[in-house]
């Protein structure tokens, strides 16, 4: 049996993937502070995705006993793992936090380029007093 999952297009409607993303979530047995986070964390990869990749691509989230992987599909292909350890830009930048961010609130983060897409994998674990999931 297959896991669980979620499959969006990254498009300029950026409240309708948080939606999805977020009744996901809380379906799989994410507390809400981590939803939360999850939304944050998606929201600025897709938004990189219209900004700097091709425009458009994929989300796909799925759940497990662990928590939750979501991979942010671009495939235009231009990030690379280095793009994760940037130096901070400056405190009175207007942009150039969002990988960063989702460094913060996520507990894994990979890049890698299937197919030579761009893929971003994210990570959060559910904690030991939440539920398994109902989704």
């Not at 896991?3 to 809400?32: K, M, N, V, W, Y």
């Amino acid at each position: 049996m297959s896991e669980p999952s979620l499959q969006c297009p990254i498009t300029p409607d950026l409240a309708l993937l948080r939606s999805q993303l977020h009744t996901f979530a809380i379906h799989a047995g994410l507390a809400d502070d981590r939803a939360a986070d999850l939304i944050i964390a998606i929201n600025e990869a897709a938004a990189n995705v219209l900004d700097h990749g091709a425009g458009t691509g994929v989300v796909t989230a799925r759940h497990d006993s662990d928590g939750i992987w979501v991979e942010v599909v671009d495939p235009g292909g231009t990030l690379t793992a280095d793009h994760l350890f940037l130096p901070a830009p400056s405190a009175n930048a207007l942009r150039g936090m969002g990988l960063r961010i989702i460094r913060r609130l996520c507990d894994e983060v990979i890049v890698d380029h299937p197919d030579g897409h761009s893929r971003l994998r994210i990570h959060l674990s559910r904690r030991p007093d939440e539920p398994t999931g109902t989704a």
